[in-house]
């Protein structure tokens, strides 16, 4: 039998949270990045005896594209499938329900699932420190009932919530450009999941592309890489009110 953490993170909030309740649940977790555009996951096959903790991001109440088509692609065999999605304290909407549906469709079996919380990715005032330690007892206790339910051997699936269809998926149009300290070393263009950024001129962003998750900023080594400050500050402006209110984890086993 052996654990998996199956993580689509690319700014480290999702890995955060997700770290929290894999290394709860087993010492010796096998990683498989969701960010890696570069590898192929349909070589990926787990076991009926394996357990993989499965955890993504929200963007606007959705689980990611490019995370939905790589997890679709591993084989799931039966494995136990324990989802995770994290947002920046607005709303989860239906990412928990797309990615349960799309878990079992990569043929995983769904034991139990957690909504949890960490910094917003772009307005990083909401959210700050988290999951902080509130969060991370929950989780670990959270961890402690999931090991219970395995070892009863009692595998039914919990009722999570989210509409089917689902909203329909709008992208945030926030695509970070380099500043004057952009020296083009290329690390954002590596990075990139979705290889927005010119490998040859870094200055380069495919806007289409994008899909806004800001890994290319939390990445740079020089600080080169920045959101438009008016656009930021519309964004802010636009949450102040449904992120403020500290919302909590929602578990479901």
């Known amino acids: 039998m052996k654990f998996y953490e199956i993580c689509f993170s690319p700014t480290g909030g999702t ?6 309740l894999t290394n709860e649940l087993n010492s010796e977790v096998q990683q498989i990045d969701l960010t890696d555009r570069q590898k192929d996951f349909s070589d990926i096959s787990l076991s009926g005896e394996d357990t993989a903790v499965i955890a993504v991001p929200s963007y606007g109440g959705r689980v990611p ?5 790589r997890l679709a692609a591993i084989k799931g065999n039966g494995a136990k499938a324990v989802l995770v999605c994290v947002y920046g304290n607005r709303a989860y909407e239906d990412t928990l329900a797309e990615l349960q549906d799309t878990a079992k469709q990569a043929g995983f079996r769904v034991i139990s699932a957690a909504a949890t919380i960490a910094e917003h990715s772009i307005a990083r005032q909401f959210a700050a420190g988290r999951p902080d330690s509130q969060d991370e007892a929950q989780l670990k206790e959270f961890a402690r009932q999931i090991r219970e339910k395995i070892s ?47 490998q040859t001129d870094p200055k380069k ?10 890994r290319c900023i939390s990445v740079c080594p020089h600080s080169a890489r920045k959101i438009n400050s008016d656009m930021l500050a ?15 984890c929602e578990l479901y086993l």
């Open 65 to 69: 594209e490019p995370a939905v088509s």
């Open 15 to 20: 890995k955060k949270a997700a770290d929290i």
């Open 205 to 214: 962003t495919d806007s289409e592309a994008c899909i806004s998750c800001m």
């Open 234 to 248: 519309g964004v802010s402006a636009k949450l102040e009110k449904v992120c403020s209110e500290r919302k909590e």
């Open 152 to 198: 009863s051997g009692k595998m039914e699936e919990p009722s999570i919530p989210g509409d089917r269809p689902y909203k329909k998926r709008g992208g945030s149009g926030i695509v970070p450009k380099p500043s004057k300290d952009c020296v083009k070393c290329g690390i954002c263009a590596e990075k990139c999941p979705v290889q927005a950024i010119d």
